[in-house]
Structures are given as structure tokens and as C-alpha cells.
């Protein structure tokens, strides 16, 4: 065999992925041995094993694949990026600048002074998975969903875009929409409750009776469905304050359902009915507005269903 024969295939060069031409019915392993030069049946069955072969476009791990003439193998030199498997979460948007999730009821934000040490948060398992490309990256928190509150949440890459989306958030948010299950049949089709929050010594926001004491919090809502028992709103924030929702319904004698800290007597749905379905911003870094939509609960709907 000439010594210079396959040298072509070595500078697969500054491309990330090399693609073969199948001429001939072969096996896929058998036909990488025969194409990869340099490469060794253990190597070959290593770069199979990691998912870093495909054939006309998708991807196998099959050693025995069966070629047929026509066929197209593309081999990528970089392993797939190891996913994490997450716990009570799930990314809907990623890019080098931030990153949207939706989160589940019951998990931690991020950890708390009363939370255990050890408790598996959003922001750990985000931590972990942007650390797989480099162990030097980090997130930043730019704003928090309770708890027991669900759905769309967002986090930073950086500092600088956490401080840019923090100072500019009231103007940067365009929409912030959430569904809140309450007691009771809410009359009013559509309305508004503003108030002064403050914060008790036992951590309890509470709405302020006098003017200008607290922190200004507006809150719009629509009535999506109602019953005698339940009535399930629309609900816009105007302003982000903490446990703003919760309180607010709590004001208008209409509790979200499961929140027995803000007086519902209800367990309805075996958690909270607060879900945060719609985040619309300005992009910090593009200037491009982007909207992220969650579904609403299944679990929201059903007190209805049970009275049709």
C-alpha cells in the first residue's frame, strides 16, 4: 500500500465532521475501519459507542449497520454534549446569554436559609450543566418563582447581562403573565388591586392600609373560568413584588388555592394554583423581543371539569 494514499482524510482539517461516500454493501464497522486511517477496530468502536457516527444524517451506535451504495457516513470529531438529567425542570431556550426554563411546583429556586444544604435547586442543577462545557462558567439569578410556584423562569450567563436585565427589567418585561387558581366565584370580570406591601416579622407580606407605606404593587386580572367554588384568572403584574399575587387574592376574598399561608381553605389540586405561563422580554444583548409560553396546568382545569 502507497504510504501517501489516505492522507486526505487526516486533514478532515478545521471542520468539526468528515463524511464518507459508501460504494459498496459492508457493515458499518468494518467500513470505518476501512476509511478512518489511523484508526484502530477499539478506537472505531469507541467514536461509535459515543454517538459520533451517522449515517445519511442520523445518528447510530449499531456496529453492524447495514450500507448500501449511495449511502453518506458522517463521522464528528467532538463526543455529543453529555446532558444532565434535571429534576423538576426542563430548558426551553438556551443561548450564550441567558437561559429561559420551565419550572415545576416544589422545586427550589434557588436555596434558602431554611432549606437543607444539600437540597437539589434550579439553580444548582443549571450551575452543573453550564459547567460541562467549562468548568469556569456560572449563572445568575435575575428574578424567583416561589417554591410552589410553576413555569417560566429566567437566568443569566453572565454578570453583566444579569445587572443589564435587573436595571432595565420594568422596562425590559413586556409581558409577565401568570394563571392563578382562587376560591370562590370572582364577580368582576376583569380588575385591578393596588396596594402597599410590607413584610412582617414572621415573613408574611401583607398589604399595607396606608398610602405610600410598602412597596407599590399593581396587579391586573381576567376571569378565564368561573364556578361557585373556583375561578381560574388571568393574571398581568405591573409590578414584581414578592408573593404579590398570593396576597393581592387574598385582598379581594379570593385565596389561590393550596395557599394556606394567604387563607385558602382549599387543597384542591394537591399543590398551589399559581403558574407562571407567559415571560416576554427585550433581549439584553440582541434588542430582539422574545416570548416564552407555557400550557396551563391540566391540574388548573380540572375543578371545572368535574361540574360539566
Known amino acids: 500500500m502507497q504510504k ?54 442520523k445518528s447510530t451506535t449499531a456496529y453492524n449497520y447495514p450500507l448500501q451504495p449511495g449511502h453518506t457516513v458522517t463521522v464528528s470529531k467532538e463526543r455529543p454534549k453529555e446532558k444532565l438529567p434535571f429534576e423538576g425542570l426542563s430548558i426551553m431556550f438556551e443561548d450564550e446569554h441567558i437561559i429561559i426554563i420551565k419550572k ?28 460541562l462545557d467549562n468548568p469556569k462558567n456560572r449563572i445568575f439569578i435575575v428574578h424567583r418563582l416561589d ?25 425590559a418585561v413586556q ?3 401568570y394563571v392563578a387558581l382562587v376560591e370562590g366565584a370572582v364577580k368582576k370580570e376583569n380588575g385591578t388591586i393596588t396596594s402597599w406591601l410590607k413584610e412582617s416579622k414572621t415573613l408574611k407580606m401583607y398589604s399595607s392600609s396606608y398610602p405610600n407605606d410598602g412597596l407599590h404593587a399593581v396587579t391586573h386580572y381576567k376571569v378565564l373560568r368561573a364556578s361557585k367554588a373556583f375561578s381560574l384568572l388571568e393574571v398581568q403584574l405591573e409590578t414584581g413584588r414578592k408573593n404579590q399575587i398570593r396576597v393581592h ?25 399559581l403558574h407562571a405561563r407567559v415571560l416576554a422580554f427585550t433581549h439584553p444583548i440582541t434588542g ?12 388548573f382545569l380540572k375543578p371545572f371539569q368535574k361540574e360539566e
Open 175 to 177: 409581558e409577565r403573565i
Open 147 to 171: 417554591r410552589d410556584t410553576s413555569g417560566v423562569m429566567l437566568f443569566a450567563k453572565s454578570e453583566a447581562v444579569q445587572q443589564q436585565l435587573q436595571n432595565s427589567w420594568q422596562s
Open 104 to 131: 415545576d411546583a416544589g422545586l427550589l429556586s434557588v436555596s434558602s436559609d431554611s432549606a437543607p444544604p444539600n437540597e437539589v435547586t434550579a439553580y444548582r442543577q443549571l450551575m452543573a450543566h453550564v459547567r
Open 249 to 273: 387574592m387574598e385582598d379581594i376574598g379570593h385565596p389561590v388555592v393550596g395557599d394556606k399561608k394567604y387563607g385558602s381553605r382549599s387543597r384542591a389540586i394537591g399543590r398551589l394554583g
Open 4 to 57: 501517501g494514499r489516505k492522507r486526505p482524510t487526516h486533514h478532515a482539517g478545521a471542520d468539526k465532521s468528515k463524511t464518507y461516500p459508501v460504494t459498496e454493501t459492508i457493515e458499518l464497522l468494518p467500513f470505518l475501519i476501512k476509511n478512518i486511517s489511523g484508526a484502530g477496530r477499539n478506537v472505531v468502536k469507541n467514536i461509535l459507542a459515543h454517538g459520533q457516527v451517522a449515517v445519511n444524517g
Open 288 to 299: 430582539k423581543l422574545v416570548r416564552f409560553e407555557t400550557e396551563i396546568p391540566k391540574l
